[in-house]
């Protein structure tokens, strides 16, 4: 679901980002066509501690990631998954 509430985060965090994922930095497209949604580089907003892990949809756990990395991370904790997404290990 694609709420106006979602949207204006994404803007947001896609502007505090500078259009990066918050993952394995590279740039992602802010894009609310369905077809561009469902590509690797689309923007996506991404609990940083999942909701099953007890985190909320509080803004200072959202961030922005592409499609790819967020589909990608399962049940990694966030910190963890993007040092292996940038090779940092």
Known sequence: MD?????????LLFWQQQ?????CGEHVV???RPYDAA??????LEHLLR???GGTGHPSNL??????CN????????LSY???RRNEF
């Not at 259009?19 to 993952?23: A, F, T, V």
């Not at 961030?63 to 790819?68: E, G, I, L, S, T």
């Open 82 to 84: 993007a040092s292996w």
């Open 63 to 68: 961030a922005m990631a592409c499609k790819h």
């Open 51 to 53: 909701r099953a892990d």
């Open 39 to 44: 590509r690797p580089y689309a923007a996506t």
């Open 3 to 11: 709420t106006r509430a979602a949207r204006y985060f994404k803007w």
């Open 30 to 32: 802010l894009t609310y």
């Open 71 to 78: 589909n990608a991370r399962g049940g990694r904790d966030w």
């Open 19 to 23: 259009g990066r994922c918050c993952y």
